[in-house]
């Protein structure tokens, strides 16, 4: 076995965040709708979430923002002219279509892909199937720039593999990370990938709200990385109908702990039967919240399983990284309590403020995309996307001179945040060395 961490690529949160209320099923998402955002707040929330998880001495990476508002999504749709015409255009006829192209979703890492460490795939490079996320339309536009985004990151071909989304098709409906847990004796040994899907691709889907994650989708970013150790476990119908878009929203796992609600999967006893019998070198443990300690719409409301769970140095025991909201909701926060005095394997919690992204319906484990590496794999990682207090203090500097403090989603339509926005992602391109003609804007003649 060749040692390894877990690092943890966060998203920039966007200049143009705003609670548009794009998410059927995002049940923060559509509370907030409307509501004036604070994007300076956001970023620097993110921030201060990722110097939290360096200083407990966590590898932490930067995801770049998207380009945003998408002038090519909008052409696409008709509308023509000038790049703010283009804007004004879609504001007038089409104010749905202006909200989706600013959407500042990519914030949410956890979405950007499905990752499979070397020690998992069949080549033995770290894999990465970017995601299609074709269910929202706001979030159908990530794949390319995502991609590239994590091309950026990892651009070493002998150690990374970053494939292209799936087709674009609903019978290849993936969301991510977001759906995947991987469990281990040790991040550098073989673990168990296990992938939570929604609905299979051939049958009608009739509920409240979509169910958004292909089972086929699943297997085939599992045929692509040669991932081992594959578990495939449905997720429970009532969990999707309760506001429970992505598996992550009631369940988290690290190590060999899977922390989830009881209410997150279709079939409990055949998901620990399937992942005790591909387990290797170690005994999984099953740390379950019941119904009635934590009923399945107050573990919605707190995002509890939303949160990180993460291996510290030193550390026997698991550390839970919570959102203020899990602290502030009484029984979540009994649960938490009841955890740590238990002789169980999560030992301790830390809250910290994600308010930004949780009133969009993302808490702090929306905010990352986990990645297994070792040494050497981290020593052919972009070094100036790697999180330390310089950076820390730049990106600050940065967002404070270019970032607003409230932004409405009637502020969208100002001609004056396209310029606002591309001056901050230019500066971004050399503060991260993302490359020329990294943002489609750059590469305009």
């Given amino acids: 076995m060749i040692p390894a961490v877990e690092a943890n690529c966060d998203g920039l949160v966007g200049p143009t965040h705003s609670f548009a209320g794009l998410a059927p099923g995002n049940l923060a998402s559509e509370l907030h709708k409307g509501q004036a955002s604070n994007p300076r707040a956001g970023v620097l929330e993110g921030l201060a979430k990722m110097r939290r998880l360096h200083d407990l001495g966590l590898p932490q990476f930067v995801l770049p923002p998207h380009e945003r508002p998408d002038i090519g999504f909008l052409r696409g749709a008709g509308f023509g002219g000038t790049d703010t015409e283009v804007m004004a255009a879609a504001a007038k006829a089409a104010p749905e279509l202006l909200n989706t192209a600013c959407s500042a979703s990519p914030m949410w890492a956890a979405n950007a892909a499905t990752v499979t460490p070397s020690a998992d795939s069949g080549d033995g490079r770290v894999h990465f199937t970017s995601a299609n996320l074709l269910t929202n339309l706001h979030r159908s ?126 079939d409990r006893v055949a998901l620990e039967r399937d992942i005790r019998a591909a387990a290797q070198g170690f005994e999984p443990q099953f740390v379950e919240i019941a119904e009635t300690d934590l009923p399945l719409g107050e573990a919605v409301s707190s995002y509890l399983f939303n949160s990180m769970l993460v291996s510290l140095p030193g550390e026997d025991r698991l550390t839970l990284i919570a959102p203020m909201e899990t602290a502030e909701t009484p029984r979540a926060h009994a649960a938490v309590q009841g955890l740590i005095a238990s002789n169980g394997p999560i030992g301790r919690v830390e809250y910290v403020d994600v308010r930004q992204s949780m009133r969009n319906g993302g808490g702090p484990a929306c905010l990352r995309l986990r990645v297994v590496m070792t040494d050497e794999e981290l020593a052919a990682t972009n070094p100036a996307q790697r999180f330390d207090p310089v950076l820390q203090a730049r990106l600050t500097a940065w967002a404070e001179r270019r970032y607003r403090d409230r932004l409405t989603p009637g502020d969208l339509a100002d001609p004056g945040l396209l310029d606002e926005v591309r001056t901050a992602l230019d500066e971004l391109t050399g503060l991260l060395d993302l490359g020329t003609g990294f943002y489609p804007f750059q590469r305009q003649v």
């Fill in 141 to 266: 536009l990530e794949g390319e720039q995502t991609t590239r985004s994590l091309r950026r990151l990892f651009p070493d071909a002998k150690r990374f593999a970053v494939h292209e989304p799936l087709h674009a098709q609903p019978y290849f409906a993936d969301e991510g990370a977001a759906n995947h847990v991987r469990l281990c004796a040790e991040h550098g040994a073989p673990g168990v990938n296990l992938f939570v899907w929604g609905r299979d691709a051939w049958e009608a889907w009739s509920g409240r709200f979509p169910a958004r994650q292909t089972l086929q989708a699943f297997q085939a970013v599992q045929r692509r990385h040669g991932a081992k150790g594959a578990v495939f476990a449905r997720q429970a119908r009532r969990a999707i109908e309760a506001g429970v878009f992505h598996n992550d929203v009631v369940c988290v796992g690290a190590g060999a702990s899977l922390f989830f609600h009881e209410a997150a999967f279709e």
